[in-house]
């Protein structure tokens, strides 16, 4: 039977498929290769040097056959040049840090080369340190369609290079610049007029923290050059400590535009807002707005308590379009008050989604926030990081008041432990939290003893919650088994699981193994998860502070494999002693045989009570074992990115 279906359903199928699977379609016919072709060539993202120096050379190949007629470079829409992460060293928390990232290099000669090959691109992205070798006027022939462009160092050119982006489609921007150079920066704006999504970096150092800029006046410049505008993101890097001068909070700083900007809808302040006459500042210039975010408040002696809350305020009624509003700062929890939650709660109040991030731990700011959770409920809170000190489970009512927040689908909670490490950890009995919270997606804790009301899994009360993120760090995991079932039963959308610096309640076992050895055994039984990411922590095993395992295996057992996989790693020697030891792969293949070939012998239930282990064999052995239905794009031990390969085999 001879199927032929109209390419352009074909061209919607495909963008549902995997870029595997439209390779695979490639081979079926003719007419399906040229159809999939295009989508395989569309989207290209480049993880490693040897992938780009692949793809330039299957362009330029197809380029010189082809350079007449439709060559695959015509087909290039989007290329990004990704992270590339050391297989050895990935610290899940700080994954987006730019010094933990390797950029993948490109040189001049392939940039020029992809202007050539590619002449309908429309995104470059790459990470921002990778134009400072860069010359945008040697490109001869500039790409006409480029929408969206990789960050660029504004330092790093001419005053007049974005001319090169003249009479282009470019609608996305972003700039990292010095204070100084702002005023020639706005005026180059005029170049790039279609721009509708723009972000200024400001990046300050010692010698410009006391610069003052007169920023209504590059606004106000910018608006007019930009009339197509619909999201802005003004950055201040590296914003200084000290209290700033009394000249940044003259009236004439933020004076109100000649005309207002009707047209931005998308407004993020990061370390600018240091004083509420910004709050004013934004109501009358932008009256339009849909999403503001102010990031990075930082405290001023210009401005009592009172004066930030009833500006904040009136900014909210001010803003009748306002649905989105993100605070988050050294000074953001000064900001809540009764009158806030009052607007909130007020049916003419446009907002529906509200982000605080409590980036400093403040006492009694805390505690006021949370009373306002309590009496108001906040009903448009979705995300929240905060810190709490509760020694005394239910002392600050921290649990308990959140329950009132039935919106809430992003907590991230520091207790005790996770602010001062001599404190001991705070009951959290997770199962009473999900049961309150249902709607919760994603749940970080810090210091907490987590655990369950009863401690057989049978006797639990089990509903079904949609979170899908649970990340435990610096805390302790009470009846582990039980608490992994019952989380696998009653969170069926659970994508991932971290555990960083996390320990058990160890189990006191009776078995015959020789002073000279040991081995040390975890299960993480997920049988109802599907996991596609998962961290664990050397502590679920871990001896003691002077002793470790010299050896790690991570043993994944699914419902798709009759027999479990190990994968083994072990202990970086260093000089001293390490509290928190680092892992490396095993690659000694011999080595790795033995190790399994031991705890298959001795480490089973059955054979570890009657048979000890060799009495030559001195390393001591620690195996983690996570059951679950299927697994996965990645899994870690600590710092240690395990690659999937390894348990694909």
């Known amino acids: 039977m001879k199927a032929k279906l109209p390419p352009e359903f074909l061209q919607q199928v495909a963008t549902y498929l995997s870029l595997q699977d439209c390779t695979h379609a490639l081979y079926v016919c003719k007419l399906w290769f040229h159809t999939f072709q295009r989508s395989v060539y569309r989207k290209i993202c480049i993880h490693n040097q040897h992938q780009l120096q692949q793809l330039i050379a299957s362009l330029t190949q197809s380029y010189d056959m082809y350079q007449h007629s439709y060559h695959n470079g015509l087909m290039v829409r989007e290329i990004y040049l990704l992270h590339e992460q050391p297989t050895s060293v990935l610290d899940l928390r700080y994954e987006e840090d730019q010094q933990q990232q390797q950029h993948v290099y490109l040189s001049q000669e392939n940039f020029g080369l992809l202007a050539k090959l590619c002449p309908e691109l429309e995104v470059l992205d790459f990470g921002i340190a990778q134009w400072q070798h860069l010359t945008l006027s040697a490109i001869k022939n500039p790409w006409k369609y480029l929408r969206y462009c990789a960050p660029i160092h504004y330092v790093d050119f001419a005053p007049r290079f974005l001319t090169i982006f003249s009479g282009t489609r470019l609608s996305h921007l972003h700039l990292s610049h010095q204070p100084e150079d702002l005023n020639e920066l706005v005026g180059s704006l005029q170049h790039v007029p279609n721009l509708e999504h723009l972000t200024l970096e400001m990046n300050y150092n010692d010698n410009n923290t006391t610069l003052s800029l007169p920023l209504s006046n590059y606004l106000q410049q910018l608006h007019a050059h930009l009339p197509r505008l619909r999201s802005f993101n003004f950055i201040r890097t590296k914003t200084p400590y000290e209290e700033s001068s009394v000249a940044s909070h003259d009236p004439h700083f933020l004076s109100a535009f000649v005309k207002p900007c009707h047209t931005l809808q998308s407004l993020s ?165 999900l049961g309150h919270l249902p709607q919760l997606e994603n749940l970080t804790l810090v210091g907490a003893n987590v655990q369950v009301t009863y401690n057989n899994y049978v006797d639990l009360d089990k509903g079904i919650f949609r979170l899908g993120k649970l990340e435990l760090r610096q805390s302790k995991i009470e009846n582990h088994e039980a608490v992994c079932m019952y989380l696998s039963f009653c969170c069926p959308q659970m994508h991932t699981f971290v555990l960083v610096k996390c320990e058990i309640e160890r189990k006191r076992r009776q078995h015959s193994v020789l002073p000279s050895s040991n081995l040390n055994a975890c299960s993480i039984p997920m049988p109802n998860s599907r996991l596609s990411r998962v961290t664990l922590s050397s502590f679920l095993i871990y001896l003691g502070t002077i002793q470790s395992n010299d050896y790690i295996g991570i043993e994944l057992m699914t419902e798709q494999r009759e027999q479990s996989i190990i994968v083994w790693c072990e202990t970086i020697k260093t000089e001293g002693i390490q509290i928190y030891p680092s892992y490396s792969l095993c690659e000694d293949r011999d080595k790795n045989a033995e190790l399994t070939d031991l705890y298959k012998m001795y480490g089973s239930p059955s054979t570890a009570a009657l048979t000890p282990m060799p009495g030559n064999f001195t390393p001591n052995i620690g195996v983690i074992t996570l059951h679950c239905k299927a697994l996965l794009s990645g899994i870690a031990l600590d710092n240690l990115k395990i690659p999937s390969k390894h348990f694909n085999v």
């Open 269 to 433: 302040l990061h370390g600018h807002v240091d004083s509420y006459l910004w709050f004013d500042f934004i109501s009358s210039n932008y009256p339009h707005l849909q999403s503001l975010s102010l990031t990075q408040l930082t405290t001023s002696r210009f401005g009592a308590k009172w004066m930030w809350q009833n500006a904040l305020v009136h900014m909210i009624q001010s803003l009748p379009l306002l649905k989105s509003l993100t605070l988050g700062g050294k000074n953001a929890p000064q900001l809540f008050s009764k009158g806030f939650a009052i607007e909130l709660r007020k049916p003419t109040c446009s907002i529906s989604d509200l982000y605080v991030d409590f980036q400093t731990y403040q006492a009694i700011e805390s505690c006021q926030f949370l009373l306002l959770v309590q009496s108001y409920g906040l009903s448009q809170l979705k995300f929240l990081r905060m810190r709490v000190w509760e020694q005394i489970p239910g002392w600050s009512g921290v649990t308990s008041n959140l329950f009132y927040c039935k919106q809430l689908q992003t907590l991230e909670l520091s207790l005790s432990k996770g602010l001062m490490d001599q404190f001991p950890f705070t009951p959290f009995l997770i199962d009473h939290f």
